[in-house]
Every structure is written in structure tokens, then in C-alpha cells.
T-cell receptor
Framework: DTEVTQTPKHLVMGMTNKKSLKCEQH?????MYWYKQKAKKPPELMFV???????INESVPSRFSPECPNSSLLNLHLHALQPEDSALYLC?????FGGGPGDTQYFGPGTRLTVL | AQSVTQLDSQVPVFEEAPVELRCNYS??????LFWYVQYPNQGLQLLLK??????LVESINGFEAEFNKSQTSFHLRKPSVHISDTAEYFC????????????FGSGTQLTVLP
């Protein structure tokens, strides 16, 4: 089983709202990722968690706040977003994040976010 | 510098024809290679991967890719495409060493015509 689940599938929010995206995997993977994908573009890495610790933050604005409550769950808290933040947000997980074959990433279906 | 190049942004092809989607990478270190497929309004699905061993890797739906170290390529091929293969295809690479992130190519939109 290589399933990563994400909720919600779609989200519409105003610029003053606070919302959260959720990601879950039950493959025993120890690394989890958040990506942002604009239309017709490849995904852009935002954050990497390895063993529940933030390993990489790709200079993401503070209006995006990641959280890893346990090894199976990853959240992305959103606050005061801008219309240009509208995109598909993808979660991924991998067995490891060590520069080896265990880094193979499996993606979830994504959350389509629209900021009004 | 380490990079991934997908030379063709769009590839239209008729149903039942063969197709090749090209991927080249630039690296001075060893690599792991992946092809992901993204159907409209969906996430990325891992199509196939090369980690080690046989340089020819196959997917369950008839795609195959061959790792060519001398040409630094990992082209994706299918001998006969179906309408349902219409999707965006991303080549991706991880480079051994400190930069462990997945580096994506710009993507190739495969459109299968009836």
C-alpha cells in the first residue's frame, strides 16, 4: 500500500481566514513533505519533515506554518494568505530522507486551494 | 550544476502509436531517477523508478524507461499509447550527497489523439 491521503480536496478561503490542510500516511514512512504546484508547472518544495523534525524550509513565507504531530500526520496551517497563494498543495512521504533509495516519494491527491 | 531537462513541453500522438518522452540530467554524482504521471486535477503518481541494477525498468501499464549513464538520460517509452495515457509526465532526480531533494523537470504534456 503506497497511499497518502489529503483533506480537504478543495478549499476556498478569504485573505483573513485561518485554515489547515491535513496529510496522512500509514506506510511507516519517516519523512513527509509539502509541495506547492501552480498550473502547468512542476511541484515546488516547501517543507521537509524527517523523524517529525523540520529538516528543510525552502524560505516559505510565515503565513504558511507546518506541523508534524506524529510520524503519520502532517498539517499545513494557513493564515492571511494572498490570492497568488492559490495553487494545488501536495503532500508526499518517503521511507527515509537520507540520500538513498529509501527517499522514493509517494504523493497524495492534493488540496486545490483558492484564495479570494 | 545539477539539473533535469525535459526537452519537449508537449507531445501529441495518435492512439496506438509509439511514444518517447525525453529526460536528460546533469550531475557529477550518482543519481536516482523517477518518472511521475499527473492526470488532470489529480496528484502525482509514481510511474517507475531506477535506483540500481538493471538499467531498463518497466511499469505495470506498459511504459518503460532506460537509464543511460553515458548519455545522462532516462527516456520514457511506450510502444502503443491509449487515450487514457493523456496526462502530464514529470521526470525527477535525486542526487546523492547533501542535496537530497527531488529535482523535477519542467514536465511533458502527452496528448493522445483518437
Amino acid at each position: 500500500d503506497t497511499e497518502v491521503t489529503q483533506t480537504p480536496k478543495h478549499l476556498v478561503m478569504g485573505m483573513t481566514n485561518k485554515k489547515s490542510l491535513k496529510c496522512e500516511q500509514h506506510m511507516g514512512h519517516r519523512a513527509m513533505y509539502w509541495y506547492k504546484q501552480k498550473a502547468k508547472k512542476p511541484p515546488e518544495l516547501m517543507f521537509v519533515y524527517s523523524y517529525e523534525k523540520l529538516s528543510i524550509n525552502e524560505s516559505v513565507p510565515s503565513r504558511f506554518s507546518p506541523e508534524c504531530p506524529n510520524s503519520s500526520l502532517l498539517n499545513l496551517h494557513l493564515h492571511a494568505l494572498q490570492p497568488e497563494d492559490s495553487a494545488l498543495y501536495l503532500c508526499a512521504s518517503s521511507q527515509d530522507f537520507g540520500g538513498g533509495p529509501g527517499d522514493t516519494q509517494y504523493f497524495g491527491p492534493g488540496t486545490r486551494l483558492t484564495v479570494l | 550544476a545539477q539539473s533535469v531537462t525535459q526537452l519537449d513541453s508537449q507531445v501529441p500522438v495518435f492512439e496506438e502509436a509509439p511514444v518517447e518522452l525525453r529526460c536528460n540530467y546533469s550531475s557529477s554524482v550518482s543519481v536516482y531517477l523517477f518518472w511521475y504521471v499527473q492526470y488532470p486535477n489529480q496528484g502525482l503518481q509514481l510511474l517507475l523508478k531506477y535506483l540500481s541494477g538493471s538499467t531498463l525498468v518497466e511499469s505495470i501499464n506498459g511504459f518503460e524507461a532506460e537509464f543511460n549513464k553515458s548519455q545522462t538520460s532516462f527516456h520514457l517509452r511506450k510502444p502503443s499509447v491509449h487515450i487514457s495515457d493523456t496526462a502530464e509526465y514529470f521526470c525527477a532526480v535525486t542526487f546523492s550527497g547533501s542535496a537530497r531533494q527531488l529535482t523535477f523537470g519542467s514536465g511533458t504534456q502527452l496528448t493522445v489523439l483518437p
